[in-house]
């Protein structure tokens, strides 16, 4: 069975240092991994993913991921945060022959001055 | 393209009512999603169509819960005498084949959702 577990549920950072969301995947075939931000009373909007080829994914508003097949993880990284990036983050993971997307719980970023 | 769009954004009702959400797609998209988020957690999968035909339910579609999708373009989600529990954000999401690779690479585009407060 699949699963995604976001090893941080709340991660407080100072604006411009980088930051890391982690996430780590279970599942026996291979995986199409996400990334989703979720701003307040909004639906999800997709930051990256990861098909295939390339194990670094770089996505919109500066975010990047790297896949890491034998650590089962996909963590999320931005050199330098911004007040606008504060929101919540999801981990997602979806295998092949499967049609749903399975979340992680969520990790909820806050970028303060 | 105008997204996704759902309709209403709040419900707000009495247990052991009825309530129907709707969800538009992104036109031309043949796959719709229904998933429910509760507070603190992460989407749950509920059903998908693929044009007019639902293809698959979980387990947490109890048989109070019933979606369509009669023409392969909006879809509803109907709950029958609501619990509690039922109060969730409701949220609907629309692709279509994109990738060579199969359907799972498929991006899922969510729309703004539907708050359920079932008091």
């Known amino acids: 069975a699949q699963s995604v577990t976001q090893l941080d549920s709340q991660v407080p950072v100072f604006e411009e240092a980088p930051v890391e969301l982690r996430c780590n995947y279970s599942s026996s075939v291979s995986v199409y991994l996400f990334w989703y931000v979720q701003y307040p009373n909004q639906g999800l909007q997709l930051l990256l993913k990861y098909l295939s080829g390339s194990t670094l994914v770089k996505g919109i508003n500066g975010f990047e991921a790297e896949f890491n097949k034998s650590q089962t993880s996909f963590h999320l990284r931005k050199p330098s945060v911004h007040i606008s990036d504060t929101a919540e983050y999801f981990c997602?993971?979806?295998?092949?022959?499967?049609?749903?997307?399975?979340f992680g719980a969520g990790t909820r970023l806050a970028v303060h001055p | 393209d105008t997204g996704v769009s759902q309709d209403p954004r709040h419900k707000i009702t009495k247990r052991g009512q009825n309530v129907t959400f709707r969800c538009d797609p992104i036109s031309e998209h043949n796959r719709l999603y229904w998933y429910r988020q509760t507070l603190g957690q992460g989407p749950e999968f509920l059903t998908y169509?693929?044009?007019?035909?639902?293809?698959?339910k979980s387990r947490l579609l109890s048989d109070r819960f019933s979606a369509e999708r009669p023409k392969g373009s909006f879809s509803t989600l109907e709950i029958q005498r609501t619990e509690q529990g039922d109060s969730a954000m409701y949220l609907c999401a629309s692709s279509s084949r994109s990738s060579e690779i199969s359907w799972s690479a498929d991006t899922q585009y969510f729309g703004p959702g539907t708050r359920l407060t079932v008091l």
């Open positions: 997602a993971v979806r295998s092949g022959g499967y049609n749903k997307l399975i």
């Open positions: 169509f693929q044009n007019e035909a639902q293809l698959e």
